[in-house]
């Protein structure tokens, strides 16, 4: 019996190296004060910023249920970068449109009074103000999507959350559309009032946007009864008579009478004040290139600008010209102050 001790000896010797072994992997991994595996990992592994509480919340009214809704700020403006934007753009794209629309209820807190809707309100939900929809309105829009793309957005608002945008240090009117048709406009060309920080750059690449062209055929019959002319006397639609600094229509003469591009886009329901028109038989054949009034920031430039490495920053110095990122909070407290 004595030759097999050795052999005894090495079994139980390998089967103490096989125990060993895992305990040797781990143990770099293990928090040594509480002895609890990935403890340490499980809080460092993620730097995505996190979304503080919202200093205020944004009184807006529900088109829907024709209700006033207290919102918290940031999640007031996740809701509205969710509704404005595509959640597929860049992140840097959608950090720009959260600075805009954290600006712009900024500067609705601040005024005195707000139009077109019910009193105690602030904004609505829809176009008149900015589009807001809540998480229960974006699941059933985005369906299975709604994590991945509720999770993007949230981050992008985190990551600018306390910030707005300012000119000689009060918030600017953060405008912004969909579609340039190759320039913004400025402001006094779409609007009376003249702003430094909202004037005509270029903006090219938005040739590549799915909304830069679009064309609508529309019945003689249809087109005089919206402007109120009659042009089958002369067989021309109208004629272009000057142009804004974006390249859009200024005025034209339709039927002897004068109209702006905005009154001709309003009344006919064009994307775009940047038109051509042409009669084909007893239609009109009208050509837009854009996608909006042109003012502000464009939202396919400003992806396509992330898309080329531009930040968020960038992106709104180059759109808001002069204007500077700032803090809400000063803002933010006069408006509580007020209540």
């Known amino acids: 019996m004595k030759p097999i001790k050795p052999v005894l000896f090495a079994l139980g010797a390998l089967f103490f190296i096989i125990l060993l072994i895992p305990t040797l992997l781990v143990a770099p ?14 809080v460092a592994k993620s730097d995505a910023p996190v979304l503080a509480e919202s200093p205020v919340a944004v009184p807006v009214y529900r088109s829907q249920t024709k209700e006033i809704e207290n919102i918290p700020l940031e999640e007031y403006v996740i809701g509205v970068v969710a509704s404005e934007m595509p959640a597929e753009f860049a992140s840097e794209a959608l950090k720009a449109q959260a600075l805009a629309a954290r600006t712009y209820i ?23 103000h900015q589009v807001y929809k809540n998480p229960e309105e974006l699941k059933k829009l985005w369906g299975n ?16 959350q306390g910030k707005i945008l300012t000119y000689d240090n009060q918030p600017i009117e953060a405008q912004f559309f969909s579609t340039s048709n190759g320039y913004t406009e400025n402001s006094e060309a779409y609007w009376k009032e003249s702003i430094p920080y909202l004037k005509s750059v270029a903006s090219t690449w938005d040739e590549k946007s799915p909304k830069f062209y679009d064309q609508m055929v529309i019945s003689i019959q249809d087109f ?34 004068e109209f702006t591009g905005r009154e001709i886009r309003e009344k006919l329901g064009l994307r775009s004040s940047d038109f051509t028109w042409e009669m084909k038989g007893d239609s009109v054949v009208i050509e837009t290139k854009g996608f909006g009034h042109g003012v502000g920031m464009s939202q396919y430039g400003a992806n396509f600008m992330a898309e080329d490495g531009k930040s968020y920053s960038e992106i709104v110095s180059y759109y808001y010209n002069g204007t500077k990122i700032s803090e809400a909070e000063p803002f933010l407290s006069k408006y509580t102050a007020n209540k």
């Open 106 to 128: 900024t500067k609705q807190l601040m005024n005195d009074q707000a139009l077109g809707v019910p009193k105690g309100s602030i904004v609505s939900d829809t176009q008149m």
């Open 224 to 257: 005089e009864n919206k402007l109120g002319v009659n042009i089958n006397d002369n067989g021309s639609v109208g004629k272009i008579t000057e142009l804004t600094p974006g390249k859009r229509v200024a005025k034209v003469e339709v039927g002897g009478k």
């Open 29 to 42: 991994f293990m928090d040594q004060s509480k002895g609890k595996l990935g403890e340490e990992l499980s």
């Open 145 to 160: 999507g709604y994590t991945e793309k509720m999770s993007k957005i949230t981050e992008a608002v985190a990551a600018t």
